[in-house]
């Protein structure tokens, strides 16, 4: 997945070089100048008078298991709740990611002219960021899957109203067809609880949605399913470190007892300040050196004419909408 990303910036970076050489100067002050103008136009329209009410109310109705997430949007690389390592092996029920797609908010890059939107389309021959995230799931690095999250119930009891529930970061060895899989070494869960519920679990918020109405638009999660209390993690995506706050996971079980989860939902809010502060490699042709925030609609130096910010907690930032599916593995942690 890092090679695909830095190819497509690699061949964005060519692209600018070729039209220097050929004389193409006022091309380029174009381009720059055009990235600029709406970078500006999207600092100045923030939707914070529809988001706010939005994730406001969102805060309030989950006050009582959120707690320790108020606190962790002030520190948002420290996972919210404790991490259980007097449990595992057999006792753990695990469920790997098998699909993930990014919903809202998208990302957007200047390849040369223009703004190009590269979750869902891929650019110069390499592959939209979904598409990559989705090879990445199945990939074999070395004996493990490249890119593995799992959600880690202590025992899974479907029938009881909550329990004890994990997100994490795997190791899981390949092929995907017989994986099983660990904590990744030099990584610890997220750890909270878990309510079951017959109806809805959760829900896009249209106050938290793109101005843009990006297509597919984010998926609800209907019963029987599962939710878990708001979290703290990191979300690495290769290239991508996602710092999340307040993020809720919630999720229909295929099955009881289940083999398989579907309709799952991760909904994180990465404040603007996190973004700024999470920088991209330096070896991305183009991007490198630059914030997370210069990738997303309403963050510095991004293309975008619309702006995805919104606000949660007074503090500005992104509630993003992540998609998944995941089937149940075997679990080797101790």
Aim: proline share 6%; with cysteine.
């Amino acid at each position: 997945m890092k090679q695909h990303i830095r190819t497509m910036a690699y061949l964005a970076h060519t692209a600018l070089l070729v039209a220097a050489c050929n004389g193409d100067d006022t091309g380029a002050s174009s381009a720059t100048e055009t990235t600029t103008g709406n970078a500006t136009e999207s600092s100045a329209t923030t939707n914070d008078s529809t988001t706010t009410g939005e994730a406001t109310n969102t805060t309030e109705d989950s006050t009582s298991s959120a707690s320790s997430a108020t606190t962790s949007t002030i520190e948002p690389e420290t996972t919210t709740g404790e991490t259980d390592s007097t449990t595992g092996g057999a006792s753990a029920d695990a469920f790997r990611f098998t699909e993930m797609y990014v919903r809202d908010p998208h990302f957007y890059i200047t390849p040369l002219l223009g703004c190009e939107d590269i979750t869902d389309k891929g650019l110069l021959g390499s592959p939209a960021i979904n598409e990559q995230f989705n090879e990445a799931i199945v990939a074999d690095q070395d004996g493990l899957l490249e890119m593995s999250f799992m959600l880690l119930f202590r025992p899974l009891d479907q029938a009881a109203a909550e329990g004890s529930f994990e997100f994490a970061t795997g190791d899981c060895t390949a092929p995907i067809e017989s994986t099983s899989c660990d904590i990744k070494a030099g990584t610890e869960s997220a750890a909270g609880k878990y309510a079951n519920l017959p109806d809805i679990c959760l829900e896009p918020l249209l106050g938290e949605l793109s101005p843009a109405d990006y297509e597919p638009k984010p998926g609800s999660t209907n019963g029987p399913c599962f939710r878990g209390d708001p979290l703290s993690f990191t979300l690495d995506l290769g290239d991508f470190k996602l710092p999340f706050v307040d993020a809720e996971i919630a999720a229909q079980y295929v099955g009881d007892p289940a083999d398989g989860m579907v309709e799952g939902v991760l909904h994180g809010f990465l404040t603007e300040e996190s973004a700024d502060t999470t920088i991209l490699p330096d070896d991305i042709p183009l991007l490198g050196g630059q914030p997370i925030s210069s990738v997303l609609p309403g963050g510095k130096s991004n293309c975008a004419e619309h702006d995805d910010r919104d606000m949660h907690m007074g503090i500005s930032g992104w509630w993003f909408y992540i998609d998944f599916k995941a089937a149940h593995v075997g679990y080797t942690g101790e």
